[in-house]
């Protein structure tokens, strides 16, 4: 089974090994503050799954993406964007409810494995790929490995400093590239400058200002959102070249619901890195979006993690 928990939802699937879904279901993670509650509801509703879909025997193993998510523990720690703070042993608690192998894994990392298993990164070696959304994440293949570092922490991107003493993160710094290129990031832009300026902006209007509602109005060719998204994409071009000059990868696959926002911001991404990067890399790094979908990227890539575990279950 593999298993993506997000701030917004939470979704549980039966995936065979050639990757294909065989059924899957969710619920709204937020409506389980309380990480006993979360457990049970999610155990519960994957054996109901399970049953339901050839039964428990049929069953291997569990992977799990979470954010800050720690694969070395299989623990969840200090995660800014859910609702359970400090340190978590989710996949022991998991392991204990459901008896099999519980392999748990940060969001960016099994983003990764799901695009190295399934997706654009499928066939290279040296890769990163970057998880443009609520945060702000990353991983990097190198020769054929997910690099995962001496605790488990590597490829945080999102809380390296872009803007000395610049906005407060999530995490509780400063001037993170997270809190620039991500989505309230993002949104902050788009308010910092309706406030700076009397211009017309169709923006204004919005009930809601969301990097999807941003890019509508870029569509429309409003200047000011479209101006919105070349500050972003210049912020992100300095962060990823900077990146891309220590780990020097084949490609940047970009993924996440924010990477969808097209020319207006790739444009002003490409230009920026190549303004960036250590000249020997320029014009041999390709920036390329994912095609495969954001739902199902983090369960294939879940369920990739799964089959990496030794097998382990108190029922067979």
């Given at each position: 089974?593999?298993?993506?928990?997000?701030?917004?939802?939470?979704?549980?699937?039966?995936?065979?090994?050639?990757?294909?879904?065989?059924?899957?279901?969710?619920?709204?993670?937020?409506?389980?503050?309380?990480?006993?509650?979360?457990?049970?509801?999610?155990?519960?509703?994957?054996?109901?799954?399970?049953?339901?879909?050839?039964?428990?025997?049929?069953?291997?193993?569990?992977?799990?993406?979470?954010?800050?998510?720690?694969?070395?523990?299989?623990?969840?720690?200090?995660?800014?964007?859910?609702?359970?703070?400090?340190?978590?042993?989710?996949?022991?608690?998991?392991?204990?409810?459901?008896?099999?192998?519980?392999?748990?894994?940060?969001?960016?990392?099994?983003?990764?494995?799901?695009?190295?298993?399934?997706?654009?990164?499928?066939?290279?070696?040296?890769?990163?790929?970057?998880?443009?959304?609520?945060?702000?994440?990353?991983?990097?293949?190198?020769?054929?490995?997910?690099?995962?570092?001496?605790?488990?922490?590597?490829?945080?991107?999102?809380?390296?400093?872009?803007?000395?003493?610049?906005?407060?993160?999530?995490?509780?710094?400063?001037g993170c590239l997270e809190a620039y290129c991500a989505a309230k990031g993002i949104v902050a832009t788009a308010e910092e400058m309706m406030a700076a300026s009397d211009a017309p902006s169709l923006m204004r209007q919005?009930?809601?200002?969301?990097?999807?509602?941003?890019?509508?109005?870029?569509?429309?060719?409003?200047?000011?959102?479209?101006?919105?998204?070349?500050?972003?994409g210049y912020l992100l071009g300095i962060g990823l070249a900077n990146y891309a000059s220590i780990v020097d990868p084949q490609a940047i696959i970009l993924t996440g619901g924010i990477s969808h926002a097209g020319k207006?911001?790739?444009?002003?991404?490409?230009?920026?890195?190549?303004?960036?990067?250590?000249?020997?890399?320029?014009?041999?790094?390709?920036?390329?979006?994912?095609?495969?979908?954001?739902?199902?990227?983090?369960?294939?890539?879940?369920?990739?993690?799964?089959?990496?575990?030794?097998?382990?279950?108190?029922?067979?």
């Amino acid at each position: 089974m593999g298993i993506d928990i997000s701030n917004e939802r939470t979704t549980y699937a039966i995936v065979d090994i050639r990757g294909n879904i065989i059924a899957e279901d969710e619920f709204v993670t937020m409506d389980y503050p309380n990480i006993n509650d979360f457990v049970t509801k999610l155990s519960e509703s994957m054996v109901e799954l399970m049953e339901a879909n050839g039964g428990f025997m049929s069953i291997r193993s569990v992977g799990v993406s979470s954010p800050s998510a720690n694969s070395l523990t299989g623990c969840i720690v200090n995660a800014p964007n859910l609702p359970w703070k400090g340190v978590i042993p989710l996949a022991a608690m998991m392991r204990d409810r459901l008896g099999m192998a519980v392999a748990l894994g940060n969001d960016a990392h099994v983003s990764a494995l799901g695009e190295f298993s399934y997706g654009m990164a499928h066939g290279m070696q040296n890769f990163v790929v970057i998880s443009l959304g609520v945060g702000l994440g990353s991983s990097f293949f190198s020769h054929g490995f997910g690099h995962k570092g001496f605790r488990g922490f590597s490829g945080e991107v999102g809380h390296t400093c872009l803007v000395d003493h610049g906005r407060r993160c999530g995490c509780g710094k400063e001037g993170c590239l997270e809190a620039y290129c991500a989505a309230k990031g993002i949104v902050a832009t788009a308010e910092e400058m309706m406030a700076a300026s009397d211009a017309p902006s169709l923006m204004r209007q919005l009930e809601k200002l969301s990097p999807r509602t941003i890019v509508e109005c870029c569509d429309k060719g409003d200047e000011m959102a479209i101006e919105v998204f070349k500050r972003t994409g210049y912020l992100l071009g300095i962060g990823l070249a900077n990146y891309a000059s220590i780990v020097d990868p084949q490609a940047i696959i970009l993924t996440g619901g924010i990477s969808h926002a097209g020319k207006w911001l790739l444009e002003p991404l490409r230009q920026s890195f190549d303004e960036h990067v250590f000249q020997n890399m320029r014009d041999n790094i390709r920036i390329i979006v994912s095609r495969l979908n954001d739902h199902e990227r983090e369960v294939l890539g879940a369920s990739a993690l799964a089959w990496e575990v030794q097998e382990y279950s108190l029922f067979k």
